[in-house]
């Protein structure tokens, strides 16, 4: 057995779903899922303010990149304590996570032999490549390999449900203010919902719109799931949308196919769950 720490949410749920939970010794502070990792210690913290306005978090995170300061603290004392064979991290988003750079100064006071892995999933095909990783480095490659069956088959029953209904022209935003739209494998996951993705930007970081062009582009149906938001949150953030003019005169919210999802749990966390966001999507788009 390995000794693992995982410093991402979804890799935490990976490493479950494949049956090495019990290598599992420290997680971040935003690990919610299974919940038997939640016992476990946990290495990070955020300086985020947790009862901040979309408007003020956005603002705070744009100020934090900019003087180059980092949105989480990793515990570099309790990470050599824990002892890790491998540690888990992430490259892609300094927002969603701790840095690769912090992760990687932080395991250099490490004594012991650690390797350090970093996923960079773009789309769905790069989450179920992550996952035969993990099950790959973890020796749990079968496990790993029937998740991803399991995931594939879920999704093409999916795709083969809608595949010959109408494909309404659905807008997910992952933030509201400022409104910003949805990228890697959001798209991805709208399509194979049963939809059309518009303003969107697959494979890459997400944009941020003008309610201008998301006027003009007039969505059917309109997706909220903020980064970082459980479904409280996305309501109140929803709530403060009523008293935009541009807002209230979008015909999806006119004709109340505006939907909150759950972001932190499902579209903004790449791990097995994401074909249970493809079918939230899909009950919220095929909404009669």
């Given at each position: 057995m390995i000794r693992i720490v995982s410093l991402l949410p979804s890799a935490t749920e990976i490493l479950f779903a494949i049956g090495v939970g019990d290598q599992v010794v420290g997680i971040t502070h935003e690990c919610d899922y299974p919940p038997e990792a939640q016992g476990l210690p946990r290495l990070t913290a955020s300086s985020l303010p947790a009862a901040g306005t979309s408007a003020e978090i956005d603002r705070h995170v744009r100020k934090s990149l900019h003087e180059g300061s980092s949105l989480y603290h990793l515990d570099s004392g309790l990470l050599e304590q824990l002892k890790p064979d491998l540690i888990i991290t992430q490259e892609l988003c300094e927002v969603c996570a701790v840095s690769y750079h912090l992760v990687e100064t932080a395991a250099k006071r490490l004594k012991s032999d650690h390797r350090i892995l970093s996923l960079e999933p773009s789309s769905l095909e790069d989450v179920y490549a992550n996952i035969q990783t993990v099950g790959t480095i973890t020796g749990a490659q079968d496990?790993?390999?029937?998740?991803?069956?399991?995931?594939?088959?879920?999704?093409?029953?999916?795709?083969?449900?809608?595949?010959?209904?109408?494909?309404?022209?659905?807008?997910?935003l992952e933030w509201t203010d400022p409104p910003m739209s949805g990228g890697h494998w959001t798209p991805g996951l709208v399509e194979i919902a049963g939809g059309m993705p518009v303003l969107c930007n697959p494979g890459q970081n997400s944009v941020v719109l003008d309610w201008d062009a998301i006027a003009k582009e007039a969505?059917?149906?309109?997706?909220?799931?903020?980064?970082?938001?459980?479904?409280?949150?996305?309501?109140?953030?929803?709530?403060?949308?009523?008293?935009?003019?541009?807002?209230?005169?979008?015909?999806?919210?006119?004709?109340?196919?505006?939907?909150?999802?759950?972001?932190?749990?499902?579209?903004?966390?790449?791990?097995?769950?994401?074909?249970?966001?493809?079918?939230?999507?899909?009950?919220?788009?095929?909404?009669?």
């Open positions: 496990a790993a390999n029937r998740l991803v069956g399991e995931m594939q088959s879920r999704e093409d029953n999916l795709r083969a449900e809608y595949e010959h209904h109408a494909h309404p022209r659905t807008l997910v969505p059917d149906v309109i997706i909220v799931a903020p980064c970082g938001y459980d479904l409280e949150k996305t309501n109140q953030a929803i709530e403060g949308l009523q008293y935009l003019p541009e807002f209230a005169h979008l015909r999806a919210h006119r004709e109340e196919r505006v939907h909150a999802v759950d972001g932190n749990a499902y579209v903004n966390r790449p791990g097995p769950r994401l074909i249970d966001t493809a079918e939230i999507f899909a009950r919220h788009i095929h909404q009669s």
